[in-house]
């Protein structure tokens, strides 16, 4: 069964320094969503990506965050200067066609700011 | 505001017996419902979704009921298995929006 993968699987950064985290969404699926979990706590929408765009965004992802779909395979979350309490763990998904149906999510990607 | 929540944060079954795991939301507006289940150390698992033109779905061994006038969701699991322990959440959204908006999770336990 085809599903999302995501690297690297833990990543541990110095505070304020950039980190990029890589999707592999499913192949036919159009849209692209990152989501976070703040350990004990509950898994946060971040932004939603159709067509190269930023179709929604929480308040979370401000001017430090950024998505990118570089090539035809890979979905990417930069955070420019990372925070103490950005370290959570970080879910990508990917959906067949967007509003109203299931998420597929990758296994995530665990990031400690020290 | 807009919020979806788990009225018990564990819950614990005898293996064979049937569970429920109960959900409240609170935006009337919502419109699609999903259960996901969370093994340690993986992503949300899909389990089994509903629309708002809908109160009952099955699935193999799960059934979600949704009553749209108390803004109640539930999560039924026939014969429970050891293998369902994991945590379980639900989640919602409504039209316009691509987000999905989560609950705060139950973790299922089951006893042999």
């Known amino acids: 069964e085809p599903e999302v993968t995501q690297t690297p699987s833990h990543q541990v950064t110095q505070m304020g320094q950039e980190v990029i985290l890589r999707c592999v969404p499913i192949?036919?699926?159009?849209?692209f969503y990152w989501y976070r979990q703040i350990l004990g706590q509950k898994v946060e929408f971040l932004v939603s990506?159709?067509?190269?765009?930023?179709?929604?965004k929480s308040e979370i992802f401000d001017d430090q965050f950024s998505v990118e779909r570089p090539d035809g395979s890979n979905f990417t979350l930069k955070i420019r200067s990372t925070k103490l309490e950005d370290s959570a763990m970080y879910f990508c998904a990917s959906s067949p066609r967007g509003m109203d149906e299931k998420l597929f999510f990758g296994s995530g990607t665990q990031l400690s700011v020290l | 505001g807009e919020s979806v929540g788990l009225h018990l944060p564990t819950l614990s079954v005898q293996e064979g017996d049937n569970s429920i795991i109960n959900c409240a939301y609170s935006n009337s507006a919502s419109d699609y419902f999903i259960w996901y289940k969370q093994e340690s150390g993986k992503g949300p698992q899909f389990i089994i979704d509903?629309?708002?033109?809908?109160d009952k779905r099955q699935g193999q061994r799960v059934t979600v009921l949704l009553n749209k006038t108390v803004k109640h969701l539930s999560l039924q699991i026939a014969a429970t298995q050891p293998g369902d322990s994991a945590v379980y959440f639900c989640a919602s959204s409504w039209d316009s929006s691509y987000k999905l908006i989560f609950g705060s999770g139950t973790r299922l336990l089951v006893r042999p």
């Open positions: 509903i629309r708002s033109n809908m």
């Open positions: 990506f159709y067509n190269n765009e930023i179709s929604e």
């Open positions: 192949s036919n699926h159009l849209y």
